[in-house]
């Protein structure tokens, strides 16, 4: 079965609301990475996240290894935030197991 | 800062031919990727290179070749495409081997196979 799930499949939000994404893995890791994917563009990193709590302006990733999950909020969103949002779980030794995303879009 | 650069941006081609994907990057990495995404699979590691002259298989390795003959590059070739495939191939570069360290993407290579 699929080692990393990401839910929504999709999310719609006004310009102004706060999105929550979640990842849920099946299995061990070493660590969570949070990635951005623009429309037809490049990944970059968001968060590298092993556990707990990390901030970056307006986003906020929380992992929770325990109970194998990880979730990305966004506050205030703007309609530059809106893409592809992937979480990759980390293996071991820089064996990424990806998420197939969450597609953000926020209307004006 | 650095950049990663792959060309072609967009690959058109025959069934059956030999394809060859280009990427650059002047991060002086050590470790470089090929992943291939298909709408609604995510990402899939098909060769990584820990250093230069070092190839290791990924998860979807079968029907791609790969070389690392420059710290600097890391090409991708598909041995013989096939007809309908569409995908994405995106390349990434990491400082070192290892595990913790960010990777670094490209903007990608769209694929068409006719």
């Known amino acids: 079965g699929q080692q990393v799930q990401q839910s929504p499949a999709s999310l719609v939000l006004q310009e102004g609301e706060n999105a929550e994404l979640q990842c849920n893995f099946s299995?061990?890791?070493?660590?969570m990475q949070w990635f951005y994917q623009r429309p037809g563009g490049s990944l970059v990193s968001l968060f590298y996240?092993?556990?707990g709590t990390k901030h970056s302006g307006r986003l906020t990733s929380t992992t929770v290894i325990k109970e194998r999950r990880s979730s990305l909020h966004i506050s205030s969103s703007q309609t530059t935030d809106s893409g592809t949002y992937l979480c990759?779980?980390?293996?071991?030794?820089?064996?990424?197991?990806f998420g197939k995303g969450t597609q953000l879009i926020i209307q004006p | 800062g650095g950049i990663i650069t792959q060309t072609p941006k967009f690959l058109i081609g025959q069934e059956g031919q030999k394809l060859t994907l280009k990427c650059q990057q002047n991060?002086?990495?050590?470790?470089m990727y090929w992943y291939r995404q298909d709408s609604g699979k995510g990402l899939r590691l098909i060769y990584y290179?820990?250093?230069?002259?070092?190839?290791q298989k990924g998860d979807l390795s079968e029907g791609y070749d790969a070389s690392r003959e420059k710290k600097s590059s890391f090409s991708l070739t598909v041995t013989s495409a096939q007809k309908n495939e569409m995908a994405v191939f995106l390349c990434?570069?990491?400082?070192?081997?290892?595990?913790?360290?960010?990777?670094?993407f490209g903007s990608g290579t769209r694929l068409t196979v006719l």
């Open positions: 990434a570069s990491s400082i070192s081997w290892g595990g913790a360290e960010t990777l670094y």
């Open positions: 990759a779980l980390e293996r071991g030794a820089d064996r990424l197991t």
């Open positions: 991060f002086n990495h050590d470790t």
């Open positions: 996240n092993p556990s």
């Open positions: 299995t061990s890791l070493n660590s």
């Open positions: 290179s820990i250093t230069e002259n070092d190839l």
